[in-house]
């Protein structure tokens, strides 16, 4: 008889100390785990024959700005470089699946859609403390009005590669910023453990105020 192997999650070690931050922080600061999604990693020119097909499945047009993303149903398509993207969906739509999107850039010079859902953990971090937080290990200005919702970048959080994007603030109860982060999952636990380090700031002071630190007051 073969054994079946328990499906695990990198962060599931780290999933209550993580939930416990908003306690902790008198509600100023929210770490989520999300469920892993369907990721494609899409290369494709954007002036191509193949952009019409590919926004068309989407529900929306490829983001070109540097450093945007927009939602696409249920998960969002980010801009990665000049002829990059991921697509993400929490569905797991076929519509965008990996097979569907191949298809369409199969025939296009330099076309490539390549499933990478495995490759990512993302956090959500939420609060009137979430852009505070971040900005311990993080060289960006994460100000709203330089990093506001629909802003994306690729860079170094806590000594980790991840990708930030900047959400609605509307979607936080608390009037707070909403900001995913994507990491690698080899990383996570590492991000993981920084965050809660740097966490112990608030967790010490839960009144803390953001508008003490003016440079990330909205």
Same mark, same amino acid.
């Not at 369409?104 to 939420?126: F, H, K, M, N, P």
């Not at 965050?195 to 953001?210: G, H, K």
């Given at each position: ?55 068309? @499945? ?45 298809? $369409? ?54 000594? *980790?590669?991840?990708?930030?994007? *900047?959400?609605?603030?509307? *979607? ?18 590492? $991000? ?6 740097? @966490? ?10 953001? *508008? ?7």
């Amino acid at each position: 008889m073969t054994a079946e192997l328990a499906t695990t999650h990198p962060l599931d070690a780290h999933a209550t100390a993580l939930t416990g931050l908003a306690r902790d922080t008198d509600g100023g600061l929210s770490v989520e785990v999300l469920p892993t999604a369907q990721s494609v990693t899409l290369r494709l020119d954007p002036a191509g024959p193949a952009r019409a097909g590919v926004d068309a @499945a989407l529900g929306t047009a490829l983001p070109t700005g540097a450093n945007t993303w927009v939602a696409a149903g249920d998960g969002e398509v980010v801009w990665l470089g000049p002829d990059e993207w991921l697509v993400t969906s929490r569905s797991g739509n076929a519509a965008v699946s990996e097979a569907a999107l191949r298809a $369409l850039v199969a025939g296009e010079a330099g076309g490539a859609a390549v499933d990478t859902s495995a490759q990512r953990v993302v956090l959500r971090i939420g609060g009137r403390l979430a852009r505070e937080l971040l900005s311990f290990g993080c060289s960006l200005d994460l100000h709203p009005r330089s990093f506001p919702a629909g802003r994306s970048a690729q860079t170094l959080l806590g000594g *980790a590669g991840v990708l930030l994007l *900047a959400r609605d603030a509307a *979607a936080d109860a608390d009037g707070g910023a909403v900001l995913d982060v994507h990491v690698r999952s080899s990383f996570a636990g590492h $991000l993981a453990d920084w965050l809660l380090d740097a @966490a112990q700031e608030f967790r010490d002071d839960p009144a803390a105020d953001p *508008a003490a630190s003016p440079a990330l007051a909205g």
